[in-house]
Antibody
């Protein structure tokens, strides 16, 4: 069974960078059949997929168009984890952020990130 | 993007009675590998969504057999044969045939 443990700050100032990490146990971030997603949830947008990283002989990323200019998802093979970076945040980025496996069979516990000065 | 539309948006069910939720997609979720990438999850208050059904009709590990999924192409249904108090929450359908992954708006189930 896969477990995902999220970490990162719950408060970010406007224009700064949101950074979260998702540590994986029970699978490998480098697995050739896995993919690792970041998803957020807010009352106004519902569940919104942000992007993913996956390994198929080399690393690939896919990002949602809505955040493509501001988002970076990186794997960290040495720690078996992956991270989310969202630049230039605004109050609109306030949401609960989740990491999840390829088919959303497992989720992290969620992190409420508030963008406020 | 594939749009997922759920109906109804809310349900109020007496314990022991059945419940049914519909999900329609704007494109077929049948992939060339023969698999249909439609999933159902339940989100209980204060928790992340938990997978119930994968690939239309397969119950995920530990999911009670009162939950069942059916459908094909662009039309899908989640059924609960006999609703129990622990089934309250918001049900979501999701497609993963292409990125971006997209979710339905959610159907809130409450107990009468």
């Amino acid at each position: 069974q896969v477990q995902l443990q999220q970490s990162g700050p719950g408060l970010v100032k406007p224009s700064e960078t949101l950074s979260l990490t998702c540590a994986i146990s029970g699978d490998s971030v480098s697995s050739n059949s896995a993919a690792w997603n970041w998803i957020r949830q807010s009352p106004s947008r519902g569940l919104e997929w942000l992007g993913r990283t996956y390994y198929r002989s080399k690393w690939y990323n896919d990002y949602a168009v809505s955040v493509k200019s501001r988002i970076t998802i990186n794997p960290d093979t040495s720690k078996n984890q992956f991270s989310l970076q969202l630049d230039s945040v605004t109050p609109e980025d306030t949401a609960v952020y989740y990491c999840a496996t390829r088919f959303t069979d497992y989720w992290g516990q969620g992190t409420l990130v508030t963008v406020s000065s | 993007d594939i749009v997922m539309t759920q109906t109804p948006l809310s349900l109020s069910i007496t314990p022991g009675q059945p419940a049914s939720i519909s999900c329609k997609s704007t494109q077929s979720l049948l992939y060339s590998d023969g698999r249909t990438y439609l999933y159902w999850s339940l989100q209980k208050p204060g928790q992340p969504p938990q997978l119930l059904i994968y690939e239309v009709s397969n119950r995920f590990s530990g999911v009670p057999d009162r939950f069942s999924g059916s459908g094909s192409g662009t039309e899908f249904t989640l059924k609960i044969s006999r609703v129990e108090a622990e089934d309250v929450g918001v049900y979501y359908c999701m497609q993963s045939i292409q990125v971006p992954l997209t979710f339905g708006q959610g159907t809130r189930l409450e107990i009468k």
